[in-house]
T-cell receptor
Framework: AQKVTQAQTEISVVEKEDVTLDCVYETRDTTYYLFWYKQPPSGELVFLIRRNSFDEQNEISGRYSWNFQKSTSSFNFTITASQVVDSAVYFC?????????????FGKGTMLLVSP | NAGVTQTPKFRILKIGQSMTLQCTQDMNHNYMYWYRQDPGMGLKLIYYSVGAGITDKGEVPNGYNVSRSTTEDFPLRLELAAPSQTSVYFCASARQGQDSNQPQHFGDGTRLSIL
């Protein structure tokens, strides 16, 4: 079985602060994929990033960056200079192959509240 | 391009009633999924399908049924609605190869209340 842990249930910051959302995963697979999704208050799920287990390079996209560390089984997400529009629930997810088919296991999510 | 379309957006059911949540995608994706999202619990997989005619159970399949007669459609059926099925339901689709794990595209969700 695989497991994704997002220990931070809710984080509150003031605009322009940097914030890091933690994600720790467990898997026995040697090949796996990790994802981050954003769920704004409007409710839809928005894909942010995918990372495979062989690519440990950090990635930066504008104010977003991701730090993948296989040694600690973590895939953390940092928002630099947070903005009110970043307020959302953020989900980390791990791919799983059941009988050779791809499915996702989600963490419980971290609610980020950015106040002006 | 509509992506993944779910209907209805909201529904209230009485205990014991049945209903079908509709999901259709226009991206020619082979994989389709149904999740439920309960407050503070993330998304849990109910059923998934890897192609027309092929479905399989996810983590929480009890009380639900699915079918996949076409590539585009993946309806979720509740036969005897129970209060425990009050949730937000998301349908998703993806194009997966044998070794790929492409991002899933999600519909906007169906908010279902069982009273």
């Amino acid at each position: 079985a695989q497991k994704v842990t997002q220990a931070q249930t809710e984080i509150s910051v003031v605009e322009k602060e940097d914030v890091t959302l933690d994600c720790v995963y467990e898997t026995r697979d040697t090949t796996y994929y990790l994802f981050w999704y954003k769920q704004p208050p409007s409710g839809e799920l928005v894909f942010l990033i995918r990372r495979n287990s062989f690519d440990e390079q950090n990635e930066i996209s504008g104010r977003y960056s991701w730090n993948f560390q296989k040694s600690t089984s973590s895939f953390n997400f940092t928002i630099t200079a947070s903005q009110v529009v970043d307020s959302a629930v953020y989900f980390c997810a791990l791919s799983e192959r059941n009988s050779g088919y791809s499915t996702l296991t989600f963490g419980k999510g971290t609610m980020l509240l950015v106040s002006p | 391009n509509a992506g993944v379309t779910q209907t209805p957006k909201f529904r209230i059911l009485k205990i014991g009633q049945s209903m079908t949540l509709q999901c259709t995608q226009d991206m020619n994706h082979n994989y389709m999924y149904w999740y439920r999202q309960d407050p503070g619990m993330g998304l849990k997989l109910i059923y998934y399908s890897v192609g027309a005619g092929i479905t399989d159970k996810g983590e929480v399949p009890n009380g639900y049924n699915v079918s996949r007669s076409t590539t585009e459609d993946f309806p979720l059926r509740l036969e005897l609605a129970a209060p425990s099925q009050t949730s937000v339901y998301f349908c998703a689709s993806a194009r997966q190869g044998q070794d790929s794990n492409q991002p899933q595209h999600f519909g906007d969700g169906t908010r279902l209340s069982i009273l």
